[in-house]
């Protein structure tokens, strides 16, 4: 059994949620010719619409978290401190397990 199995095992056994935070997070604000540029924003054009593009790098990118959930929602609330915050998914899930 490779790690990749043993890790999606773990998951189904014990019903862990796992979340993996984003790269990066591009986010595009309206713009009107003469508009302030919010700091390190862009102006691109999409749709023959101009927006302000802005491009955020979170500490914790790339990084995963894994906790045991009982919420049936898509709407699961995650905390950096308490979630199990890893560099890799193995990780996270191993410390998940051992809080349950």
Known sequence: MTIQ???LALIIEYGLTVRQIP???VSLWGY???AK???GAEIVEKDGC???KTV???KHAGKWMAKKSDEMSTQVTWNIK???LSDTLQEAV???VQSI
């Open 94 to 96: 191993e410390k998940a």
């Open 23 to 25: 790269l990066e997070k």
């Open 82 to 84: 308490t979630d199990n």
């Open 50 to 52: 101009k927006f302000m």
């Open 37 to 39: 540029l919010l700091k």
């Open 5 to 7: 199995d043993k890790t």
């Open 56 to 58: 955020e790098v979170s």
């Open 32 to 34: 009107y010719e003469g």
